[in-house]
Nanobody, 118 residues
Framework: QVQLVESGGGLVQPGGSLRLSCTASGSIFSIYAMGWYRQAPGKQRELVAAVTSGGSTNYADSVKGRFTISRDNAKNTVYLQMNTLKPEDTAVYYC????????????WGQGTQVTVSS
């Protein structure tokens, strides 16, 4: 079993920055792609950013140029650096670990609240 623990959420003013961290209970360097999702009240969960075990990244159009996902495999940790935050970024952010080898499955963190407001 893989357990994910998130931290770094909070309240920030528009234009500010936050860095989210997600630490896994086991190694994620070889068979897991990592991602950050978010869900605002009344809306569907959406992919924000993802990074493969090889380091390839992709981002939602709404966050390109503002957010950066990275991973430190030695620390079993994935980060989401969020800059130039906007009120529409307000959501619960969830860390995701996706096993890309059999048996395929997803693991989820408990979520961390990000609120962008002035």
């Amino acid at each position: 079993q893989v357990q994910l623990v998130e931290s770094g959420g909070g309240l920030v003013q528009p234009g500010g920055s936050l860095r989210l961290s997600c630490t896994a209970s086991g190694s994620i360097f070889s068979i897991y792609a990592m991602g950050w999702y978010r869900q605002a009240p009344g809306k569907q969960r959406e992919l924000v950013a993802a990074v493969t075990s090889g380091g390839s990244t992709n981002y939602a159009d709404s966050v390109k140029g503002r957010f950066t996902i990275s991973r430190d495999n030695a620390k079993n940790t994935v980060y989401l650096q969020m800059n130039t935050l906007k009120p529409e970024d307000t959501a619960v952010y969830y860390c995701n670990a996706r096993r890309v080898d059999l048996p395929f499955r997803d693991y989820w963190g408990q979520g961390t609240q990000v609120t962008v407001s002035s």
